[in-house]
């Protein structure tokens, strides 16, 4: 059973960057030909999704974030990391870590889901 769990700070300022973390079990970030993916979900609003990192490591983002958004992998710990600089209150949202890409039904894992609000 492969099992995501996001870690990462609940509370950001704006301005600040947000670097969250998914823990992945049951699975290898390398198998072909999985992708593995960051998505959100804004109070009262649909999901959107960020962006992702491929078995072979290259990377595909939301145009609307790019210029914002990084998402990196660490191999030896199973586990993939999402940056968003110049964070604001707009990207408030439940930040969701799963395998998958594209559109919803595309995604067979996903990890609980871990609540980001941009604050002062």
């Known amino acids: 059973q492969v099992q995501l769990r996001e870690s990462g700070p609940g509370l950001v300022k704006p301005s600040q960057t947000l670097s969250l973390t998914c823990n992945v079990s049951g699975d290898s970030l390398t198998t072909k030909y999985y992708y593995w993916s960051w998505i959100r979900q804004p109070p009262e609003k649909g999901l959107e999704w960020v962006g992702a990192i491929a078995h072979s490591g290259g990377t595909s983002y939301n145009p609307a974030l790019r210029r914002r958004t990084s998402i990196s992998r660490d191999t030896s710990k199973n586990q993939f990391t999402l940056q968003v600089s110049s964070m604001t209150p707009e990207d408030t949202a439940v930040y969701y870590c799963?395998?998958?890409?594209?559109?919803?039904?595309?995604?067979?894992?996903w990890g609980k889901g871990t609540l980001v609000t941009v604050s002062t």
């Open positions: 799963a395998r998958g890409v594209g559109d919803v039904s595309n995604y067979d894992f």
